[in-house]
């Protein structure tokens, strides 16, 4: 069984920096890819970054291409995603999620096995 928890939401002023941690229980963390996606009041939960088992290919939603950056340390069994210049439409629950086996990064849903509880990111304009 693996346990996500997010950490490091909070309310924040635009233009301002981020950093989010997921923390994961489990020995399967390593050899597993890793997403981040993000759920707004009333819009569907969508896609923001992705990473590799090995850690060496990463993909991001156009929409925070350039100001986020996805990275993972297997030693820690933690991911993270770094945010910079964030915006008001960066306002969102942000999670985070594992797809079991060594597989590259994905972008869909459905592709993930494990998710955590989520941590609410919210920026002031």
């Known amino acids: 069984q693996v346990q996500l928890v997010e950490s490091g939401g909070g309310l924040v002023q635009a233009g301002d920096s981020l950093r989010l941690s997921c923390a994961a229980s489990?020995?399967?963390?390593?050899?597993?890819?890793l997403g981040w996606f993000r759920q707004a009041p009333g819009k569907e939960r969508e896609f923001v970054a992705t990473i590799s088992w090995h850690g060496a290919s990463t993909d991001y939603a156009e929409s925070v291409k350039g100001r986020f950056t996805i990275s993972r340390d297997n030693a820690k069994h933690t991911m993270y995603l770094q945010m910079h210049s964030l915006k008001p439409e960066d306002t969102a629950v942000y999670y985070c999620?594992?797809?079991?086996?060594?597989?590259?990064?994905?972008?869909?849903?459905?592709?993930?096995?494990?998710w955590g509880q989520g941590t609410q990111v919210t920026v002031a304009s």
């Open positions: 999620a594992l797809r079991f086996g060594k597989w590259g990064g994905s972008s869909r849903l459905e592709d993930y096995n494990y």
């Open positions: 489990g020995s399967t963390f390593s050899t597993s890819a």
